[in-house]
T-cell receptor, first 117, second 113 residues
Framework: AQKVTQAQTEISVVEKEDVTLDCVYE???????LFWYKQPPSGELVFLIR??????QNEISGRYSWNFQKSTSSFNFTITASQVVDSAVYFC??????????????FGEGTQLTVNP | KAGVTQTPRYLIKTRGQQVTLSCSPI?????VSWYQQTPGQGLQFLFE???????NKGNFPGRFSGRQFSNSRSEMNVSTLELGDSALYLC????????????FGSGTRLTVV
């Protein structure tokens, strides 16, 4: 069975602070995909990034960066110089790899990020 | 390019009634998945459709069902509504079965009274 754990329920920071959201996953699959989604109050899940299990190269995209460590089964997400507009619930998710596995996502519980001015 | 469209956005139903929710995927996307989001259970997978066939199903009772049409549009139906069915229902589409680019709609917020 697959499982995703986001231990941080809520994080509150002041604008311009850096913030890291933690994600730990469990899977028996050797091929899998990891995702981060953002959910603003409007409800829509906004895709941020996807990583496959073979790609441990960390990535930076603007103010966002991701740290994937297979050895610790972690896929953490960092926002640099946070802004009020970053306030949202952030979800880490996991799906199985392989063409026949379908698109089923297992989500973590989510982390509510509040950025105060 | 239009995104994933879910209708209606809000719905209020009475316990015991049934409800049908609609999802129109991004043009060209052939796989549609449905998720239920509640404060207590979080985001849970309901089912996935591809080429008008249900390919994956989550752990939900038979009251929850769905279908996909030849144009890839999908509907989900919940019969004999219970108070616990109150939730945000999200639909996601992707190009193909097993495709890894999922785009979500804004959801339908269902309230059962």
């Amino acid at each position: 069975a697959q499982k995703v754990t986001q231990a941080q329920t809520e994080i509150s920071v002041v604008e311009k602070e850096d913030v890291t959201l933690d994600c730990v996953y469990e899977t028996r699959d050797t091929t899998y995909y990891l995702f981060w989604y953002k959910q603003p109050p409007s409800g829509e899940l906004v895709f941020l990034i996807r990583r496959n299990s073979f790609d441990e190269q960390n990535e930076i995209s603007g103010r966002y960066s991701w740290n994937f460590q297979k050895s610790t089964s972690s896929f953490n997400f960092t926002i640099t110089a946070s802004q009020v507009v970053d306030s949202a619930v952030y979800f880490c998710a996991l799906s199985r790899g392989g063409e026949t596995s379908g698109s089923r996502l297992t989500f973590g519980e989510g982390t509510q990020l509040t950025v105060n001015p | 390019k239009a995104g994933v469209t879910q209708t209606p956005r809000y719905l209020i139903k009475t316990r015991g009634q049934q409800v049908t929710l609609s999802c129109s995927p991004i043009s060209g996307h052939r796989s549609v998945s449905w998720y239920q989001q509640t404060p207590g259970q979080g985001l849970q997978f309901l089912f996935e459709y591809f080429s008008e066939t249900q390919r994956n199903k989550g752990n939900f009772p038979g009251r929850f069902s769905g279908r996909q049409f030849s144009n890839s549009r999908s509907e989900m139906n919940v019969s004999t509504l219970e108070l616990g069915d109150s939730a945000l229902y999200l639909c996601a589409s992707s190009l193909a079965f097993g495709g890894r680019g999922y785009t979500f709609g804004s959801g339908t917020r269902l309230t059962v009274v």
